[in-house]
């Protein structure tokens, strides 16, 4: 199975703030990297998919990049709606594995 | 607009077995994949299963073979997965999802439904 390690666990940061995360995969999984935003007692929801493209509907202040086994997600100008859990999800090989996510505190 | 729309909540004890539908509407059924996954308290998503509801064709994680089983009723556009032998660690949030066919990102969730697993 591919392993997602995703960094920080957590980060506090405030709003208007810049934040990335990172997720690294233990082997290339070329660009099917997917981003995913989890409020609590919620369903996950898409935010970017193939690393950099953003899902439609999604604010343009979310951004994703990399390939092979490293990539970022990036929010610029944090809004009190962005504080969440983040996960990373490889899409290269069954089983679909998640990061452990990380937890984006005020 | 799409909708993924689960059964609810379920309390099995060890041992037995637990069937969780997901009806799919707005979207043509057979042009996405269905995906199962699931969250343990505290936990990140695990992925346990997908169906092609066009061909019935169905993968499961290693780790779930022989314990999972998904079918699909394409005349009522809805998905099932069937899990056996549940034990303690099996209580859970499960959730169905689309999937894109050349991509299996999840793009719509449904709204989940929790397993509880207790004698």
């Known amino acids: 199975d591919i392993q997602m390690t995703q960094s920080p666990s957590s980060l506090s940061a405030s709003v208007g703030d810049r934040v990335t995360v990172t997720c690294r995969a233990s082997?290339?999984?070329?660009?099917?990297l997917n981003w995913y935003q989890q409020k609590p007692g919620k369903a996950p929801k898409l935010l970017i998919y193939?690393?950099?493209s953003l899902e439609s509907g999604v604010p343009s202040r979310f951004s994703g990049s990399g390939s092979g086994t490293d990539f970022t997600l990036t929010i610029i100008s944090l809004q009190p709606e962005d504080f969440a859990t983040y996960y990373c999800?490889?899409?290269?090989?069954?089983?679909?594995?998640f990061g452990q996510g990380t937890k984006l505190e005020i | 607009q799409v909708q993924l729309v689960q059964s609810g909540a379920e309390v099995k004890q060890p041992g037995a077995s637990v069937k969780v539908s997901c009806e799919a509407s707005?979207?043509?059924?057979?042009?996405?994949?269905v995906h199962w996954v699931r969250q343990a308290p505290g936990q990140g998503p695990e992925w346990m299963a997908r169906?092609?509801?066009?061909?019935?064709?169905?993968n499961y994680a290693q780790r779930f073979q022989g314990r999972v089983a998904v079918t699909r009723d394409t005349s009522i556009t809805t998905v099932y997965m069937d899990l056996s032998r549940l034990r303690s660690d099996d209580t859970a949030v499960y959730y169905c999802?689309?999937?894109?066919?050349?991509?299996?990102?999840?793009?719509?969730w449904g709204p989940g439904t929790q397993v509880t697993v207790s004698s």
């Open positions: 999802a689309r999937g894109k066919y050349n991509w299996n990102d999840f793009d719509y």
């Open positions: 707005g979207y043509t059924f057979t042009g996405y994949y």
């Open positions: 169906i092609n509801p066009n061909t019935g064709a169905t």
């Open positions: 082997q290339s999984i070329s660009n099917y």
């Open positions: 193939a690393a950099s």
């Open positions: 999800q490889q899409s290269y090989s069954i089983p679909y594995t």
